[in-house]
């Protein structure tokens, strides 16, 4: 059961523009979430994070997003650039230890 | 700070053969998560581990099992390999892995069952 959904599997934006990377989530009892950054055959890595209780939080480039009415956040990478070419996952976690992972969408930036 | 290290970072084996995929964590971290990565399921928990005790599973079969050190390094095993095990897996760590906190994953291992 996919409690968090990545709907775009991919995403390609001019360098310099802004890369905006969604994610819905279907349990209301998630308080934190994640985004993480993967190269092939790398781990993830971690990028930014928000708690249930903000709207929004910014990490120099990177803003998250939080509708907790809409069950809905997202990623903004402002301006994208040629390193940000990757596959980003969002993930959420209940505060059980576990972290529940969206399917991923890999974003192209074209020089 | 030294990172998340798992080793060994390639592996295959046959069917029927058991592994077993070793992880540090980060120093001063307790917690300790594995996940497996296939194409087709995507990023999924396997179990948790803090103070050598597994406080989270996720749904796998019996034939993944793990534990952890008192240094809090950590090991998974999979006995009775089967094809579909074909994955990479990951190992996480966090301070204490309660509530609102970032786990930070090593390399993976990439394991190939034939």
């Known amino acids: 059961d996919q409690q968090v959904k990545q709907n775009s599997p991919s995403l390609s934006v001019q360098e310099g523009r802004i890369s905006i990377l969604n994610c819905d989530y279907t349990?209301?009892?998630?308080?934190?979430f994640l985004w993480y950054k993967k190269y092939p055959a790398e781990g993830p890595t971690f990028l930014i994070s928000?708690?249930?209780?903000?709207d929004k939080n910014e990490d120099g480039r990177f803003t998250v997003f939080l509708n907790k009415s809409a069950k809905h956040l997202s990623l903004h990478i402002v301006p994208s650039q040629p390193g940000d070419s990757a596959v980003y996952f969002c993930?959420?976690?209940?505060?059980?230890?576990?972290?529940?992972f969206g399917a991923g969408t890999t974003v192209t930036v074209r020089a | 700070k030294a990172g998340v290290t798992q080793t060994p970072r390639y592996l295959i084996k046959t069917r029927g053969q058991q592994v077993t995929l070793s992880c540090s964590p980060i120093s001063g971290h307790r917690s300790v998560s594995w996940y497996q990565q296939t194409p087709g399921q995507g990023l999924q928990f396997l179990f948790e581990?803090?103070?050598?005790?597994?406080?989270n599973k996720g749904n796998f079969p019996g034939r993944f099992s793990g534990r952890q050190f008192s240094n809090s390094r950590s090991e998974m095993n999979v006995s009775t390999l089967e094809l579909g095990d074909s994955a990479l897996y990951l190992c996480?760590?966090?301070?204490?892995?309660?509530?609102?906190?970032?786990?930070?994953f090593g390399p993976g291992t990439r394991l190939l069952v034939l």
């Open positions: 996480a760590s966090s301070l204490r892995a309660s509530g609102q906190e970032t786990q930070y």
């Open positions: 993930a959420a976690s209940l505060g059980d230890y576990k972290l529940s």
């Open positions: 581990y803090f103070s050598e005790t597994q406080r």
């Open positions: 349990n209301s009892m998630f308080d934190y």
């Open positions: 928000i708690s249930s209780i903000k």
